[in-house]
């Protein structure tokens, strides 16, 4: 149990563009999902907490226009990176959560190279 | 401001032998702590948790203590394997933060065979 899904596993995209990733929780309802980043030999660093049918919160210093987040169903949040450029190069996580003192679950990761 | 850290980024252990990761973490407030296990290039995986009212949880192979006095958490893993080879991150849950997530820098295991 406990499944949590990204797609795309792996992304290249030229600079400007934009690039949607999506995370999905297979076996249950996720009332909050997480986005983290993770530069290379790095620790998680949270972008945003996301609550189903709400506006997600964002961390000191991420830009909410840049990052956009939708969480439109108990099982499914989408990323946005918007007008990427080379330093949005990273390692993208979700994390999904059943509610309040549940445990985070992880996605694989999607890792996003901009060209 | 709060922080959860870990005292050491590489850890060899040789196969069979026990493996000890430690982490510190600063926030007296939080109640709940989690090791992950991330292999290189994938997600993190969840191993153990733990919670501020207990101070020592088993799982299969792996054992988490918590010492509130001193702010201090470790992960115990017996009879390490290969496959046991990854990096290790505490966390913290700050409840009272809105169930947010705070990361340690992550300790490297390598199993020597």
């Known amino acids: 149990g406990a499944v949590v899904s990204q797609h795309p596993s792996r992304v290249i995209c030229k600079s400007g563009t934009s690039v949607k990733i999506e995370c999905r929780s297979l076996d249950f309802q996720a009332t909050t999902m997480f986005w983290y980043r993770q530069f290379p030999k790095k620790s998680l660093m949270l972008m945003a907490t996301s609550n189903e049918g709400s506006k997600a919160t964002y961390e000191q210093g991420v830009e909410k226009d840049k990052f956009l987040i939708n969480h439109a169903s108990l099982t499914l949040s989408t990323l946005t990176v918007t007008s990427a450029h080379p330093e949005d190069s990273s390692f993208y996580i979700c994390?999904?959560?059943?509610?309040?003192?549940?445990?985070?679950?992880f996605g694989p990761g999607t890792r996003l190279l901009v060209l | 401001g709060e922080s959860v850290g870990l005292h050491l980024p590489t850890l060899s252990v040789q196969e069979g032998d026990n493996s000890i990761i430690n982490c510190a973490y600063s926030n007296s407030a939080s109640d709940y702590f989690i090791w992950y296990k991330q292999e290189s290039g994938k997600g993190p995986q969840f191993i153990i948790d733990?919670?501020?009212?207990?101070d020592k949880r088993q799982g299969q192979r792996v054992t988490v203590l918590l010492n509130k006095t001193v702010k201090h958490l470790s992960l115990q893993i017996a009879a390490t394997q290969p496959g046991d080879s990854a990096v290790y991150f505490c966390a913290e849950n700050e409840e009272a933060a809105g169930n947010k997530l705070t990361f340690g820098g992550g300790t490297r295991v390598l199993v020597k065979p």
């Open positions: 994390s999904a959560s059943g509610g309040a003192k549940e445990t985070q679950y």
């Open positions: 733990i919670r501020s009212n207990m």
